[in-house]
Every structure is written in structure tokens, then in C-alpha cells.
């Protein structure tokens, strides 16, 4: 048994356990629980332990990130702030010509308050400077499909002392101590591995991974859902997004007609492929953030998104009320009713 190993901590009577395997309120009961990362998962099960009845609860992160409330401000939906074709439209997206280009480095003093006074909120709201917790990032260099919720009762928990959060990364166990890479000591009998995943397709041939996926690890999919070298294969739900199975829909409705040749424009090889090099570019040089979950992010550009799926299919957009259109999130109703005015599609034609 190796001193540093995780056999080392659970000879002791430790337990070390995947976020997946934390399904029992018994597990944190009575115990001093560690949770390692700082994601959803890891607020979520830090706050649950505390209301288990933990005995002490302590958070180890590597940075902290801008998290979004359920209510901004405990009145403002969330989805009215993040979620909105007004707030998309602060973004630059692909694919824009000069005079977009223009108009938004025109207006880019304007965006910035927007989001410098979002951040002031979210400081106030959830005590970052008390909880040591404010993120060195911009808020709007990180908006993705990363940006989590926050956990509700995580940041008071913070503030007052029942969760301890530390910034710094685990180095190896030590009896019945965690020990950091800074050389902090923490007690635990138990630890919860909460560090994330990483995507991918191991169940498919090497061939069709070579074609689908680039070294650094970024899909090569056009409109997120077909890659031009693998013509019998779709991707429905793959991605990831703030509305998935909004998403799902509207990329089965694409995937059907693209596989049966009835888009109003059905894309060649050579036209799909580049399109997935300017994707490709977009994410990796224009907007990094764009490029998380390797590359297959719909935030914060699912209007556009879906606007580009829909002119593929021929769908008639029905304009309503353009404030309300400009603020709202995008409706399920709607969208059905748009895909309604495409073309029919003929199953096997």
C-alpha cells in the first residue's frame, strides 16, 4: 500500500466515491465530507451534506466562476437576463459582415456596463467579496454552456462558515487526511470526486472518430448535427445548450430532411466543409468560450442557432411583437408553429 495512495485514505475507514455514486443522504450524515471541484454537482452535494447533517463540509476548487441565480436580484428570471436574442445580440457571432462588425464595436461601451453592472448585482446578491469567492474572469468572457446555476443556500452556507471553500487542487491522501498541492491538510472521512467529465465517442470506430473529431478535441459538425464524411450518421441532442430538448427537436426536424435531400438548400460536401472550418476558426481564435464541450456549445448563440436551422428547412419566421420577440426566451409554441410553415416533408422521398 503506497503512502499518497487512495488505498492509504480508505484503510483508515475513509471513502472516496464519484459524484454519480452520492445518491444517499446517509452517506454525509455524522461525517466530515471534502467535495473536490466546483461545479453544479459539487455545490449541489456540498449543500446537501450540510443539510444531511455533516459534521463539517469543505469545498476545494480550482477558481471560482460566475454562477447565475434562479431570480437576479430574487426578481428577474435568469433565462430574461442570459437568455434573451437582446442579450445574445451583445455577442459577436460568425459569419457577420462589416457593418455588423461596425455597429458592434459602436455599441461595445454600452455592452460593457451592461455586464460590469450584472456583476455588481451577482457581488451583492450572493456576498462574493465575504464568501472570497469573486471570479478573476469578465462575466461575459465566459458565458457558455459552463455557466452553471447556483446551487440555492450554496453562497450564504459560504458566507457563514458551514461550507468552507478553498481555492487550490488536491495533490494525494494521506491516512485520513486530503492533502493540497500548497501543502493544506484537510480531516475527511469521506471525499466526493466532483471534477467534471470529458465528451466523446469511444463507442464509434476509430475511422469515424478520426473524421469527426480534431487533436485538440473540437467536433467537426456542421450545424452541430452531420459531418459531410460520415453521410449515414446525425447527431440529435448531442450538443449542449440552455433548452435541450428544444434543441433536440429542431435538430430532428433538420437531420430527417438533410438525410432525405429536402432542405431548400441541400449542402454539398465541399460547402459543409467549409463552413466547419469557419466554425471551426470562430471558436478557436474569434471566441474561445465558444469552443468548450469541444465546440458543441449552443450559448449564447441559440437564436441564431436556431435561426440557421430553420432557413435550412424553409420555415417561415412569424414575426410577433419585436419587444417582446427582442426579450423573451425562445418559446417551444412558436418555433412549432414555424417549423409548420416549411415545406412538408415527405418520409423517403
Known sequence: MENGSPDTFEAEGGRILHSSQYNDAAIAKGRKVVVLGGSKSATD????????????????????????????????????????????????????????RLAHAAANPLVWANWRGLESLLKLQFKLDKCDMVPDEQIEDGINCSIPIATPGFFPMVADGRIKAIRGTFDHYESNTIVM????????????????????????????????VDP???????????NPDLPDMGFVGFNSSF????????AANW?????????????????????????LRFKRVERPAAGVYGGLCVAPYHFKHFDE?????????????????????????????????????????
Open 45 to 100: 452535494i456540498a449543500v446537501n451534506a450540510i443539510n444531511s447533517g455533516a459534521s463539517d463540509v469543505t469545498l476545494v476548487y480550482r477558481r471560482p466562476v460566475w454562477r447565475c441565480p434562479y431570480f437576479i436580484g430574487g426578481l428577474i428570471n435568469f433565462k430574461r437576463i442570459f437568455y434573451t436574442r437582446a442579450q445574445e445580440q451583445m455577442f459577436r457571432s460568425w459569419g457577420i459582415g462589416s457593418l455588423s
Open 181 to 212: 498541492t500548497g501543502g493544506e491538510r484537510i480531516t475527511a472521512d469521506v471525499a466526493v470526486l466532483a471534477t467534471g467529465y470529458r465528451i466523446g465517442v469511444p463507442f464509434l470506430p476509430q475511422t469515424f472518430r478520426d473524421s469527426l
Open 216 to 226: 485538440d478535441g473540437q467536433y467537426r459538425l456542421y450545424r452541430l448535427i452531420a
Open 243 to 250: 433548452c435541450t430538448v428544444l434543441c433536440a427537436d429542431m
Open 255 to 279: 437531420l430527417v430532411r438533410y438525410a432525405d435531400g429536402q432542405l431548400i438548400h441541400q449542402p454539398t460536401a465541399a460547402e459543409m466543409q467549409k463552413n466547419i472550418e469557419m466554425m
Open 309 to 349: 436551422l430553420l432557413a435550412d428547412i424553409g420555415a417561415k419566421k412569424r414575426r410577433r411583437n419585436l419587444l417582446v420577440e427582442r426579450f423573451s426566451p425562445p418559446d417551444a409554441d412558436a418555433y412549432a408553429l414555424f417549423l409548420a410553415s416549411a415545406p412538408s416533408y415527405h418520409a423517403g422521398a
